[in-house]
């Protein structure tokens, strides 16, 4: 069985790339995004490295959208995941993490009142 290692390099212009070091003559993966596997994907050998693939996957559009897309890729003889990506988008999941922020203040602002009220009463 080959081993495999991704490394992202960047996304950019809605692509996004990384590095897959392999000892696999022809490697073949796999990403997945709400469980639909995504087909604009390339994985090209880079010239001058023997176990060095370029990874390629461009996000098209349409998959994106207010909330939080999570992308798998998998090798795909084996289903083994070599990597998760998360892109995050939208106002709405920003205000939910402003409250739960705000929330937790709010919580702990309490406890520290509660903890120092009993420690001038233990005292």
């Not at 290692?5 to 796999?30: F, N, Q, S």
């Not at 897309?69 to 995050?88: C, M």
């Amino acid at each position: 069985m080959a081993e495999m290692t991704l490394t992202k390099t960047r996304i950019m212009a809605g692509v996004w790339e990384g590095a897959l070091t392999t000892d696999d003559l022809a490697p073949e993966v796999e990403v997945t995004y709400q469980n639909e596997k995504l087909t604009d994907v390339a994985l090209v050998p880079v010239r001058g490295e023997k176990d060095l693939w370029a990874l390629r996957i461009t996000l098209s559009a349409d998959i994106l959208s207010d909330g939080v897309q999570t992308f798998v890729i998998s090798d795909a003889k084996t289903g083994a995941r070599l990597d998760t990506f998360t892109i995050i988008t939208g106002e709405p999941l920003e205000d939910d993490i402003r409250a739960e922020v705000d929330l937790l203040r709010a919580e702990l602002d309490m406890l520290k009142r509660a903890f120092r009220r009993h420690c001038v009463e233990t005292t």
